[in-house]
């Protein structure tokens, strides 16, 4: 049985994000032909999220672009950076000076959060902005950016061979490593997906990230796809958390009435299980849906 562990405490995960860095002549505008909406440049690096997706329209990584100091930081939430890198060269003109430089080795996501996680961010001199949207700055060789998530939390991107030293420094030393039951319950709190949640191919509009597809974006790879099928209107599923009285675990399930479902994470606490499922959208308007497991089971949902 998997314990829960405890938000009240200051933990931190490393999260298994890849890194491609893009240097040259304009890396932003070729960068912006091969994702889902158009990057603008922007020197405070506020918040810049895409979709790389294949010409099936479902989604091969979610993006977030970085700018910092001239470069591009292309960051995924999929564990196999090479796939991106490969799309990115594909996508290469011939007499294009870009540079396309693989960062996952050199690089390291950490995400540290907790109710105490204030302390830290006062240690950074982070702004504490009741705004949702998020900047990154940088602090000796560190990218930094805090979330006004619950609870709070401060997301790094660290030099790797630097990672020992800052998690055994100061403040930091008092850092305590999450489990992965601790992590996924602040994940599907906070709607945060992860590369388990985009294993099953999902479309755009099917795991909430539909608004960042640009309908008005020229040709981008699977972007016919999207266009029928917002034209259509035919979403055929969603995303939502949920929780259930007994204890779930990722995979297939079915409903009562035959519909498959989809459980992409989860965490067990106590008696009950927490998660996000990929749903038909026969069940939208449910607040709760009966699935099939050794007995039946309810599971009652909410918005993601």
Not at 7 to 36: K, M, V
Not at 122 to 132: A, I, P, Q, V, Y
Not at 162 to 190: P, V, Y
Not at 223 to 243: D, L, N, W, Y
Request: net charge negative; hydrophobic share 35%.
């Amino acid at each position: 049985m998997i314990v829960d562990g405890n938000l009240s405490e200051i933990n931190y995960h490393i999260r298994e994000n890849n890194f491609t860095i893009l240097q040259g002549n304009n890396p932003l505008g070729f960068l912006n032909r091969i994702i889902t909406n158009t990057i603008q440049n922007n020197s405070d690096r506020n918040l810049n999220l895409t979709l790389l997706c294949g010409a099936s329209g479902r989604i091969e990584d979610f993006l977030e672009v970085i700018f910092s100091d001239g470069k591009l930081i292309v960051m995924g939430i999929n564990t196999n950076g090479d796939n991106n890198r490969q799309k990115l060269v594909q996508g290469k003109n011939w007499n294009e000076k870009i540079n396309i430089m693989d960062g996952d080795e050199a690089l390291t996501f950490l995400t540290i959060f907790g109710e105490e996680v204030n302390d830290i961010a006062n240690s950074f001199n982070l702004e504490k902005s009741l705004d949702e949207s998020k900047a990154w700055i940088e602090s000796e060789s560190k990218l930094i950016c805090y979330n006004n998530t619950n609870p709070p939390s401060i997301d790094l991107i660290i030099q790797t061979d630097s990672l020992s030293f800052f998690l055994e420094s100061g403040i930091e030393s008092a850092l305590k490593k999450s489990s992965i039951n601790t992590w996924n319950k602040f994940c599907i709190d906070n709607s945060i997906l992860q590369c388990d949640d985009l294993m099953s191919s999902p479309l755009p509009f099917e795991c909430g990230l539909g608004h960042l597809i640009d309908s008005n974006k020229g040709c981008y790879p699977g972007q016919e796809i999207h266009a029928r099928i917002e034209s259509r209107g035919k979403h055929t599923k969603f995303i939502a958390k949920f929780v259930a009285n007994s204890h779930l675990h990722t995979g297939k399930y079915r409903s009562e009435d035959g519909k498959k479902i989809m459980i992409t994470t989860i965490s067990i606490i106590g008696d009950k299980s927490y998660g996000f499922a990929i749903l038909p959208t026969h069940f939208q308007d449910n607040n709760e849906i009966s699935i099939i497991d050794k007995k039946p089971t309810t599971l009652y949902l909410e918005s993601f």
